[in-house]
T-cell receptor, first 115, second 111 residues
């Protein structure tokens, strides 16, 4: 079955440590996205990538970094510079620029807790 | 940036009742989407709307793309316990497929 896999489901880190969240898709989608979800605030865009080796900042990119070395993979690193990293992180994908109206497909998320 | 105002924030209803929620924006969008999220899971697409004035149904769900392209509503008829979850509106269709999300409506259905 095609889909988006996020791992791990739960992640715990100490403050000051960088942590990388994995996102892999086998949908052959060109575009991939990272969203952050906090209670009562909906989903906010962190970074997105329209094509391999290219990515752009979203609305809340500070304290995060990404890479897109392969079409299937879009890992997100939460750095120690992120002031409030505890949140639910969602990865999503969609077909490329020619289908800009197509909906996003979401993974099942990673819940990150930093203490 | 662009914002969507989704209401109500939460709803507590009895099984069998109908539900209505809506999203409004000061910006014009080309696409309106409605997602449902179960606890600890990713959002799942319910209905996609691509044309102003469009009314689309998916089983007990009906959604409309407002004629001004600045709003959308979702109705759920004859609610059942498995309708429980968070419902999000999302709008986009402009640059690079980025979506803007509403704050979500938390739906609780009492048997």
């Amino acid at each position: 079955d095609g889909g988006i896999t996020q791992s791990p489901k739960y992640l715990f880190r100490k403050e000051g440590q960088n942590v990388t969240l994995s996102c892999e898709q086998n949908l052959n989608h060109d575009a991939m996205y990272w969203y952050r979800q906090d209670p009562g605030q909906g989903l906010r865009l962190i970074y997105y990538s329209q094509i391999v080796n290219d990515f752009q900042k979203g609305d809340i990119a500070e304290g995060y970094s990404v890479s897109r070395e392969k079409k299937e993979s879009f890992p997100l690193t939460v750095t120690s510079a992120q002031k409030n990293p505890t949140a639910f992180y969602l990865c999503a994908s969609r077909p490329g620029q020619g289908s800009y109206n197509s909906p996003l497909h979401f993974g099942n998320g990673t819940r990150l807790t930093v203490t | 940036g662009q914002q969507l105002n989704q209401s109500p924030q939460s709803m507590f209803i009895q099984e069998g009742e109908d539900v209505s929620m809506n999203c409004t924006s000061s910006s014009i969008f080309n696409t309106w989407l409605w997602y449902k999220q179960d606890p600890g899971e990713g959002p799942v697409l319910l209905i996609a709307l691509y044309k102003a004035g469009e009314l689309t149904s998916n089983g007990r769900l009906t959604a409309q793309f407002g004629i001004t392209r600045k709003d959308s509503f979702l109705n759920i008829s004859a609610s059942i316990p498995s309708d429980v979850g968070i419902y999000f509106c999302a709008a986009g269709g402009t640059s690079y497929g980025k979506l803007t999300f509403g704050q979500g409506t938390i739906l609780t259905v009492h048997p």
